[in-house]
């Protein structure tokens, strides 16, 4: 079944902590998205790749780092450094085509506590 | 930069009657315009996109958009609106090229009333 999967659905990290958000997909899509969601703000990019080993800064990347060692994976490290962290962040994917739709994971949803 | 514009938090439609969702953009060349439906707690699910060609797209479960370049503007439309329609919904737009990352709208709530 080809998807996108996100893990865990729901995190809970204390103040202070690095928190590790797991992304894979099996679409054989060389991009890859992360963004956050808050209510009423609409999707906001924090960093996206368009290839293995190489990823670029969104809008909001400032306490956030990635890595794409991958095709298949693109981690999200959620580091101390982001002030406000808790959020809904959805993955996503697409093919390197400027027109392409991107498919979404179901999200993970950071609660710090 | 580019931008897009949801000018309604809200837009609240009797069951069986048509809906519009607008959606207006700001993009530097020829726009890729998407749109995107989200169910609560959910990841976001395609609807349709425009990229060139007939300014009138048809998507899925009946959507449909126009594209109308002189008002940069991609609103969504259903003819007739069902209780199971009412969602989160995101217009997202990106320049003409790469994958770069979509920018997205704010959002537009849809409550269809039985």
């Known amino acids: 079944d080809g998807g996108i999967t996100q893990s865990p659905k729901y995190l809970f990290r204390k103040e202070g902590q690095n928190v590790t958000l797991s992304c894979e997909q099996n679409?054989?899509?060389?991009?890859m998205y992360w963004y956050r969601q808050d209510p009423g703000q609409g999707l906001r990019l924090i960093y996206y790749?368009?290839?293995?080993?190489?990823?670029q800064k969104g809008d909001i990347a400032e306490g956030y780092s990635v890595s794409r060692e991958k095709k298949e994976s693109f981690p999200l490290t959620v580091t101390s450094a982001q002030k406000n962290p808790t959020a809904f962040y959805l993955c996503?994917?697409?093919?390197?085509?400027?027109?392409?739709?991107?498919?979404f994971g179901q999200g993970t949803r950071l609660t710090v506590v | 930069a580019q931008s897009v514009a949801q000018p309604e938090d809200q837009v609240n439609v009797a069951e069986g009657n048509p809906l519009t969702v607008k959606c207006t953009y700001s993009?530097?060349?020829?726009?890729?315009l998407f749109w995107y439906v989200q169910y609560p707690n959910r990841g976001l699910q395609f609807l349709l996109k425009?990229?060139?060609?007939?300014?009138l797209v048809k998507g899925s479960y009946g959507f449909e958009a126009e594209f109308n370049k002189s008002q940069t503007s991609f609103h969504l439309k259903k003819p007739s609106a069902l209780v199971s329609d009412s969602a989160l919904y995101f217009c997202?737009?990106?320049?003409?090229?790469?994958?770069?990352?979509?920018?997205f709208g704010k959002g537009t709530h849809l409550i269809i009333q039985p």
């Open positions: 996503a994917s697409s093919t390197n085509v400027g027109g392409a739709e991107a498919f």
């Open positions: 679409l054989n899509h060389d991009a």
């Open positions: 790749s368009q290839i293995v080993n190489d990823f």
């Open positions: 993009v530097s060349g020829n726009p890729y």
């Open positions: 425009y990229i060139t060609g007939d300014n």
């Open positions: 997202a737009v990106r320049a003409g090229g790469g994958a770069d990352g979509l920018t």
